[in-house]
C-alpha cells in the first residue's frame, strides 16, 4: 500500500499510556517549573534518551523512564496540559476513539487527591477534544483508571473508577510488574468490579506468561488482556509442518470467546516481551501468526514516547513486514472498537466512521 495515507483514516487506540505519550518539549518547560532535573535539555536530544533508554529488552529499565515523566504531571497544570496535548495528538494520527490509561496514585507528590487527577485529567482531555470539534474533527476520549499490583490499594482505585464512570471514566486496568503479583492479591477487588457493572483490562502476557494470562482471566474477570503477546507460549507448532499448529487450553479459551489482545508491537519488542529472541525483529513479533489464527487482535502504541511511535506507524510496520491491506487495517480497528468500552451508542458511530472512510479509500 505504498500511496496510502493511513494516517488520515479513522482508527481506535485502546493500549496508551498518560505518563508515556508526553511531549519532550513539554517536559523541559514543566520540568524548568518544578526544578525537576532532566537528562537532557533540549526536546531532540531528551527524545533521542527516552528512545535509547526503552530500547533496553527490559521491562524494568524501560519502566524506569517513566520517572521523568510522571514527574512533571504532579500539579492542576502539568496534568490538564498534558492530557489537553495527548487528546490533540490523538487526532492528529487520526485516532477517534482513545482510551486514555493512567494510575492516578502516581500523581499524589505534590498534595492532589485522586479525586483531583481524575478531574483534572479529564479537563485536560475535554480541552483537546473541544479543540478538535472546533477544528471540525472527532474525537471521543475515555479514562481507564489502573491500579498497580505491586502496591494494596487496588480496592481504593477500583472506587475511585466507579464513582466516575459517568465523568470521563470508561474502565478499570491493572498494571504493574506481573511476576510475584498476580491478580488473586486482589481477587475480590475484581469481584467487587465486576459486581459493579465496571468494564476490566488487565496488563497480562507481557512480563510473564500463559499463567499470567490465565490468572487474568480467572481471578482478574478482565474483558481484554493489555499485550497478551505471550499467548503465543500456549500455542504449539508442528516441528515437520510448521503450518499446523494446536492450541493450549488458556490459548482457546482466549481464541474462542474473542478476547482482544491489546497488542503493542514497537513496545513489545523493546520491553523483552519475547524473551526467547535476542534483538527481535518487527518480523518476529507473533501477531501475524494470532491474526492467522483468528485471535481478535488490536494495534495499539502503549507509550507513544518511549517507542517513539503512533498508531499510524504501528499499521505501517504491520503492513510492510506482513503485507497487510487495506481490509486487514479496517478490521484492527473494527476489532478495538468492538473490544471499547464506550457506550453502544458511541460505538455505532465509531464503527459508521471507519466503514464509510475505509470504504472510500478503497
Known amino acids: 500500500m505504498p500511496n496510502l495515507d493511513i494516517q488520515s483514516l479513522p482508527k481506535v487506540s485502546l493500549h496508551d499510556h498518560l505518563d508515556g505519550g508526553l511531549r519532550p518539549q513539554t517536559i523541559i518547560e514543566l520540568a524548568a517549573e518544578i526544578g525537576h532535573e532532566l537528562p537532557a535539555d533540549n526536546a531532540k536530544d531528551l527524545r533521542q534518551w527516552f528512545l535509547e533508554s526503552c530500547d533496553s529488552g527490559s521491562l524494568e529499565r524501560y519502566l524506569e523512564t517513566f520517572v521523568h515523566t510522571c514527574a512533571v504531571m504532579q500539579t492542576k497544570e502539568g496534568l490538564i496540559r498534558v492530557a489537553r496535548e495527548f487528546a490533540l495528538d ?6 477517534i476513539y482513545g482510551e486514555v490509561r493512567y494510575a492516578p496514585e502516581q500523581h499524589l ?56 464512570r459517568d465523568r470521563g471514566v ?9 511476576a510475584g503479583f498476580s491478580p488473586s492479591r486482589h481477587a475480590e477487588v475484581f469481584a467487587w468490579l465486576n459486581e459493579q457493572l465496571m468494564p476490566v483490562t488487565l496488563h497480562a502476557g507481557e512480563g510473564a506468561g500463559r499463567e499470567s494470562i490465565k490468572d487474568a482471566i480467572v481471578d482478574g474477570r478482565t474483558l481484554r488482556l493489555g499485550h497478551g503477546v505471550r499467548i503465543i507460549e500456549d ?49 518476529d513479533h507473533p501477531f501475524d501468526i494470532l491474526y492467522g489464527l483468528g485471535f481478535n487482535v488490536t494495534v ?12 499510524t506507524r504501528e499499521l505501517e510496520l504491520l503492513s510492510e ?42
Not at 490523538?90 to 485516532?95: K, N, P, S, T, Y
Not at 506482513?322 to 458511530?349: H, K
Open 170 to 178: 470508561v474502565g478499570f486496568d491493572y498494571a504493574g510488574p506481573e
Open 321 to 362: 513486514t506482513f503485507g497487510y491491506d487495506l481490509d486487514d487495517l479496517e478490521l484492527f480497528q473494527l476489532n478495538a472498537a468492538n473490544a471499547g468500552f464506550m457506550d453502544m451508542d458511541i460505538r455505532a458511530e465509531i464503527i459508521e466512521r471507519i466503514s464509510d472512510a475505509f470504504e472510500a479509500a478503497k
Open 300 to 311: 495499539n502504541t502503549d507509550n507513544r514516547l518511549m517507542s517513539g511511535t503512533t498508531l
Open 90 to 95: 490523538l487526532a492528529a494520527d487520526g485516532v
Open 109 to 164: 507528590e505534590k498534595g492532589l487527591t485522586l479525586e483531583e487527577v481524575v478531574e483534572y485529567v479529564e479537563e485536560g482531555l475535554s480541552q483537546g477534544r473541544a479543540e478538535v470539534s472546533a477544528n471540525g474533527g472527532y474525537l471521543v476520549t475515555g479514562q481507564l483508571i489502573t491500579a498497580m499490583r505491586q502496591n494494596n490499594n487496588a480496592q481504593e482505585v477500583a472506587e475511585l473508577a466507579v464513582a466516575y
Open 235 to 283: 500455542i504449539f507448532v508442528d516441528a515437520e509442518d510448521e503450518n499446523q499448529k494446536a492450541l493450549g487450553d488458556i490459548a482457546a479459551w482466549v481464541l474462542d470467546r474473542g478476547i482482544a489482545l491489546e497488542l503493542s508491537p514497537s513496545s513489545n519488542l523493546q520491553t523483552g516481551a519475547l524473551p526467547d529472541i535476542e534483538q527481535p525483529q518487527i518480523s
